[in-house]
């Protein structure tokens, strides 16, 4: 069986030392590993930004797409095959500025993927403008006078858009991290998870100090109960959006997949393509 | 005796308008007669005029005709609409319930004929369809015993008494019409037809039925005026072959899912129009840097915006051929008959398999959605080809370093091999990369990948680039087209044939790569070229000045008001040129 080692490969990510998504990427490959799975049974699909490289830092097949856009290509990854694992994953610009509408609409649809983002607050491969999650006020090079819209709450829009599983981590906690994205992994539908993951190179105000100051885990929260919707975002609002852990799951909605009439048990990619000929013409009939 | 019939059913929208059309259309073609029918419609669901215009003849009929001898109404408008279309052997049925008043200036004269009022009188107005088709019957001569299978198909689940009130409808508005026509009656009745039933289809069920026929089994789109029916054909098939059809929520979802799906190993692709293929730009180019097979199809429309999205035009050429930044190798195809659009449609994904690139198939809305006769298609033809893919597990990498899924090869194809494949894993980027995937900026390798992916190009195996019927080695004049513009082409190559000019016809399938080698022998064996398209740019005349040069013996026949060219008026566009 694999271990975490298994899930690294050669290349040395050109991350800022200290950079916040380090941990994310090994809170992967450890999640990969204890959950089972072998390397060439991961995909890891990504979008673009600082985050996105991380389809390049995993041993497992790996799809770094075009910005905003790893959530609709990981759905056709797995639709195409349906016993792979596919995570997708990417930066708090490419889920929630340019691909947001796919983030809403890969939640709805639930089909069974984990969705890991990598949220600073700020776009860092551009060097430093505003992101959709930057604190009201935030002083950035695309908001000199400080950011003027109220910073979006990805687990609210989550929960509103109907996720059977919402979760958020930290990442120098690798250890909650890591059981997280394990649980995001053996979820039966999409799973969503918000992790913090520190720039620290044009984030100076969500630091990791400020983070530890202000995050709350779930667990410590006594009676809070996951599949409870109402408590999560009542919660969510009331900790505004500054907790970690699995805010809400849903166990009994089934996934995307096993919803669609007639969708094969078997991976369409490994389903003979050929009509025969009765099938074929009788197909034809119709028209006629 | 007529050897051909046009008729043309017209009112509100929404008012089964279509489905007097087609009921009459079906019972055409089992008598074995060949159809195109071509329907008017505007860009609303209630409301507005629409129209369905069938050409019939016992022979192949290839485009729509120029005139109408059979008009049918169902309100004033359609009257004014189109009774220009009319000649003095013409004749307008109208419904009596809205008082017809023929134009002082109409050829043909109008006979009132109760629609409304005898279907009511049987039980509900919505049957004023059938006495029409009833009344046409009359016109043709026809025997109303043709209808009884059809609607006891269509009419059947609703019980036998829905059946016979029906086909009473049709006996009435039969009896009379003939008792209206007088000593008139015959005067319409066509030349008997072979018999023989063939598929009667538009261009877009041919397309979806070439996917299905291709392998694919999954499909993510967004509906979109005239290419919806592609995806709505397969949310009903695919769930019978285990695949599905996702409708995304943008058409970049759609282009990136389809991209995803195949890099998965299943064939996939998207279809859409112009606004739609717009959007796909980025995810075009996504689909040729990382030599993921990709098949779109674009049918066009009036453009640009929102354009005339329920009309007739051929202005995405360019787009198409150029859309997407920087420097992609891809394929674009444009069929121009019900059968090319099957079968191209099957040579696009082997295409986009074999070379790793995006494929993109051209319709108009004219082929797309006019609904045509075709012999049915021939299985034995159909053959599925799928380039170099490793389906193994492989053999352990040296130094456990990545697969080689951009190996610089002879060809420039190299082999895909699919996630969950043991000692495969690669990776992907759109970030120029090395053999195995990985970033790589350095300029010696960007060369090395540029030239690789371009070579696959040269590769190139598409049958019948260009349709081509050149009788003469020294032509007065070429004419060329794309897309649904060859019927009406056809026809007046035999127009002019039978004038004594001496016309050769390109019509050109195969619009990137050009076909310059084979186009310019054409041109060059012309003493004219004329090349005939429905935009304002002349784009396709300018894709051949591009390629081949003929600047000063090129000229254009271009059309940019949302209607089709009918041969007439190209004809006499043709004929101004030669002068
Ligand atoms: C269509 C498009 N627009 C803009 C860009 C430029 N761009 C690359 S990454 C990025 C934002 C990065 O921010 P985020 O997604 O938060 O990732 P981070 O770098 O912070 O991890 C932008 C705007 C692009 N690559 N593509
Ligand atoms: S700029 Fe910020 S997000 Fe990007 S690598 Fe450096 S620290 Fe990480
Ligand atoms: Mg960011």
Known sequence: MATFKDFRNSVKPN????????????????????????????????????????AGYINSYGFHGIHGRALPIAQGLKMANRDLNVIASGGDGDGFA????????AIRRNIDVTYVVMDNQIYGLTKGQTSPRSAQGFITKSTPGGAIEPSLKPLEVALSAGATFVAQGF?????????????????????????????????????????????????????????NRELAMQTVMEKEGLVTGIIYQDLETKSYQEKVPGYSEQPLSELDMNLDEGQFNDLVKEFM | MLHQLSWKVGGQQGEGIESTGEIFSMAMNRLGYHLYGYRHFSSRIKGGHTNNKITVRPTEVRSIADDLDILVAFDQETIEVNYKELTEKSIILADAKFKPVQPEDSKAPVFIVPFTEIATELGTSLMKNMVAIGSTAALLNLN??????????????????????????????????????????????????????????????????????????????????????IMEYLIKKLPKFGGAVIQTEDEIAAATMAIGA?????????????????????AIGLSGMTEQPLVIVDTQRGGPSTGLPTKQEQSDLMAMLYGTHGEIPKVVIAPSTLEEAFFDTIQAFNIAEELQLPVIIMTDLQLSLGKQTTEPFDYSKIEIRRGKIAFEDLEPTENKDYFKRYENTEDGVSTRVLPGT??????????????????SESAGNRQVQMDKRFRKLEKLNFDTPVYVNAPHDEADV????????????EEVQERLTTEGKKVNHAHIRLLFPFPSEEMA?????????????????????NIMKLNIGGHSKTHSITKYDGTPFLPRELENKVKELLD
């Open chain 1, 15 to 54: 991350w800022c030392p200290g950079c916040g998504d380090f941990s994310v990427q090994a809170a992967i490959q450890r999640a990969s590993a204890n959950v089972g799975i072998e390397p060439h049974e991961l995909a890891v699909v990504a979008g673009i930004g600082c985050s996105g490289r991380i």
């Open chain 1, 98 to 105: 340019i691909g947001m509408a796919h983030t809403v609409h």
């Open chain 1, 171 to 227: 990442s120098t906690d690798i250890k909650e991290l890591t059981a997280l994205i394990e649980a995001g992994i053996q979820h039966k539908g999409f799973s969503f998870i918000n992790v913090f993951s520190p720039c620290v190179t044009y984030n100076k105000i969500n630091t990791y100090e400020w983070f530890k100051e202000n995050l709350t885990k779930l667990a410590d929260i006594e009676g809070y109960d996951p599949q």
């Open chain 2, 144 to 229: 109303t015993s043709v209808f009884q299978s059809l609607v006891d198909e269509i009419f059947g689940r609703k019980g036998e008494e829905v059946v016979k009130k029906n086909m009473e409808a049709i006996q009435q508005g039969y009896d009379i019409m003939s008792e209206l026509l007088g000593d008139r009656v015959g005067e319409w009745e066509l030349a008997p037809a072979d018999g023989k039933r063939r598929m009667f289809m538009i261009g877009n069920d041919a397309i979806a039925l070439g996917a299905l026929a291709a392998g694919s089994r999954f499909m993510a789109a967004y509906p979109i005026t005239p290419a919806s029916e």
């Open chain 2, 262 to 282: 195949n890099y998965g190993g299943v064939r996939s692709f998207t279809a859409s129009a112009g606004p739609g293929l717009s959007l796909m730009m980025e």
């Open chain 2, 422 to 439: 043991e000692n495969g894993i690669h990776h992907v980027t759109g970030v120029e990369h090395d053999e195995t995937g990985k970033p």
């Open chain 2, 478 to 489: 070429l004419l060329v087209g794309f897309n649904s513009t060859r019927g009406a082409l």
């Open chain 2, 521 to 541: 022998a054409l041109v060059n064996g012309a003493k004219k070229v004329i090349v005939v398209e429905n935009n304002k740019t002349a784009q396709l005349a």
